[in-house]
């Protein structure tokens, strides 16, 4: 599309006080391979060779997204509202029609007007783009996809019990464009790399277990296939063989997966208490310097967690935050186990007069980082506990905290005997739970998390 003639036709839209537009060319492959086709015979599955193993989809595609803002006058006082929508062609009836429709829904809020950022803000560099993967041609880049493929295979098949029966790389290579009516122009690339991996444990003909990775980052040479293999190979083993959850309370360590999954900052209650409009609606409990666990007492190592956007190819970093084009900065969001910064949209760093103060919003929320504790996993594990490894799909109340998850893979670490099981419930506080957390020294990147790969939590129960 055009953006040169949207940008005229909302310069001179009636209604339009200000706008952001936001345009992403990507180059989309998509590689499937199916090793084996399986059939089960007198109770027994049989892995026959797939003829086709290979598919490669190939998908360009262009979408051209457009915040609109709208200032109005009723009863005397003046509003400012805001709307997004998409536009899908640059024809000037599909401009005219989008644009009345989303100055309509800006006319339904009754927002307090706030400053956009101007013309001379400044925005930060950060690595976004794969370079191994930006001036490759199309076959160099499915020649790059399927050696990631033979790996991942060639390490499963020095796995005994162990198949992948399906394996999915989606490499996406996307040009940014983001304009706004304050001047702004920015252009910049960025590369996105999803695999999807399914493995088949199969200790006998009895069991069988199914774990799947999904994992996604910036650049392919961040994913390595032999310690892929290595973690979910071995966990669908685990899942087949697995026993039925314990009935416990006690100790409980989250580990590698499951750690990241609990403690990054998209899946935590910090995302709304630790929010700036909460915080101006006096819905959430943030109050700077304020312990995170409120009045329990700490027993373990206190949390500090930074939402950095600008790690370079963090899965969650960006320039800025394209909803109203803000700059985006890292924020210390707790400090040794107390509020501290805000995360959250300009406009409620306004109304709470933080702008005025110099302290200005953080723009996308970033990648969650988390420093090293003082403790080897070795050390975590040593005693009687359950052991964590991954959940079905983590989730928590994000008001109170409290949490029941269902447990894909564990452990019960017992007199000195360890025992996989599967299912079960996880139930905790999540507030509660981090003022007895003791974090290990050993760290990972697992997505957008950059911490601990194990953390040890005091007292939780598992429900069978």
Request: charged share 20%; proline share 7%.
């Amino acid at each position: 599309m055009n953006l040169e003639r949207i940008r005229e036709y909302l310069d001179k839209a009636d209604g339009v006080s200000d706008w952001i537009l936001s345009s992403r060319e990507t180059d989309s492959l998509t590689i499937i391979r199916l090793p084996a086709i399986y059939t089960v015979e007198s109770g027994r599955f049989i892995a026959h060779e797939n003829p086709h193993p290979r598919e490669v989809i190939s998908s360009p595609s262009e979408t051209v997204e457009v915040t609109i803002f709208s200032s109005f006058e009723v009863d005397g006082s003046t509003w400012l509202g805001d709307a997004s929508g998409q536009f899908t062609s640059d024809h000037e009836a599909v401009l005219k029609t989008v644009t009345a429709n989303l100055v309509a829904a800006c006319r339904s809020q009754r927002n307090k007007p706030f400053p956009l950022p101007g013309k001379d803000e400044h925005y930060p560099e950060v690595e976004l783009a794969d370079p191994q993967l930006a001036g490759l041609d199309h076959a160099a880049l499915i020649e790059r996809g399927q050696q990631f493929n033979n790996r991942i295979v060639a390490a499963c098949a020095n796995k005994p019990g162990v198949a992948v029966s399906n394996l999915e790389v989606f490499i996406h290579r996307t040009r940014v464009r983001t304009l706004s009516s304050a001047g702004l122009d920015l252009v910049y690339p960025a590369t996105r790399i999803d695999v999807e991996i399914c493995f088949l444990g199969r200790p006998s003909d009895d069991k069988v277990g199914e774990h799947t990775a999904r994992l996604s980052c910036r650049r392919l040479s961040d994913l390595d296939p032999e310690a892929i293999v290595a973690e979910y190979a071995a966990a669908a083993r685990d899942i087949a063989l697995a026993s039925p959850p314990p009935h416990w309370q006690g100790p409980v360590v989250l580990s590698g997966e499951a750690a990241a999954d609990f403690l990054t900052l998209q899946n935590s209650p910090l995302v709304f208490h630790a929010n700036a409009r909460m915080v101006y609606e006096k819905t959430g409990r943030y109050e700077k310097g304020k312990s995170v666990w409120a009045d329990k007492p700490l027993a373990g190592e206190p949390l500090n967690l930074v939402s950095d956007p600008l790690v370079p190819f963090g899965l969650r970093s960006g320039r800025l935050f394209e909803a109203d084009a803000t700059p985006c900065r890292p924020v210390t969001v707790v400090k040794d186990g107390c509020y501290d910064g805000l995360i959250g949209p300009r406009r409620y760093f306004y109304y709470l007069g933080l702008l005025e103060q110099g302290i200005q919003p953080a723009g996308t929320l970033g990648n969650t980082l988390i420093p090293p504790g003082q403790n080897p996993i070795e050390q975590l594990t040593s005693a009687d506990c359950v052991v964590v490894r991954a959940f079905s799909a983590f989730s928590v109340d994000v008001a109170s905290g409290q949490f029941a998850v269902e447990i894909r893979l564990g452990e019960l670490h017992k007199n000195g005997n360890t025992t996989p099981f599967k299912g079960g419930l996880l139930v905790g506080n999540w507030f509660e739970a981090l003022a007895d957390a003791r974090y290990s020294r050993e760290t990972q990147v697992y997505q957008s998390y950059h911490g601990p790969k194990a953390v040890r939590l005091g007292n939780l129960k598992v429900a069978a």
